[in-house]
């Protein structure tokens, strides 16, 4: 292959992550419209959690494909920059629009794993409230079981 269909390979490759973390956004504002509902619905959640981790494999090989490309042509687009000049204009207007969206998927993550993270340590209190109430009417019934009906404490046991 030439030079110039690596280059085209590497644009292709940049439109694909483009649409990829384009899907990766729409989900993860869809998380974010679960975790928000009260209370969240943590199923439809779960749900899209699978979608989200389908997507993010296709982006990694789509990394290691575009790195592994960029290293047959590195030098050539390195060494002829005017010859490359549009390519290199494209390419780099690609990779910006990768990189902005990348932010803005970060943004959205740290938001929805805040928001996981009150849900859980909610859910965490709410087990340790059942558990305390659980464990004091238990021990209230068992007290209760082991008191003998009908004797006075302050009855004299030496008769």
Do not use: C, W
């Not at 030079?3 to 899907?23: H, R, S």
């Not at 989900?27 to 974010?32: C, E, F, L, S």
């Amino acid at each position: 292959m030439d030079n110039n269909t690596y280059i085209n390979i590497l644009t292709d490759t940049l439109v694909k992550k483009n649409a990829l973390l384009d899907e990766l956004i729409l989900i993860t504002v869809d998380q974010q419209t679960y975790l928000d509902e009260e209370p969240p619905n943590m199923e439809k959640f779960e749900d899209t959690l699978s979608e989200k981790d389908k997507l993010i494999t296709r982006l990694f090989q789509l990394d290691e494909g575009f790195e592994s490309i960029y290293e047959h042509v590195r030098d050539e687009i390195s060494n002829n920059k005017t010859h490359h000049k549009d390519q290199i204009l494209g390419l780099q207007q690609l990779i910006k629009q990768v990189t902005e969206k990348s932010a803005k998927l970060q943004t959205y993550e740290i938001k929805n794993k805040g928001k996981i993270e009150i849900y859980f340590s909610d859910k965490k209190n709410e087990i340790k409230r059942f558990k305390k109430n659980s464990q004091v009417a238990t021990n209230y019934y068992k007290n209760v079981a082991d008191q003998r009906y009908g004797e006075s404490y302050f009855l004299d046991k030496k008769k």
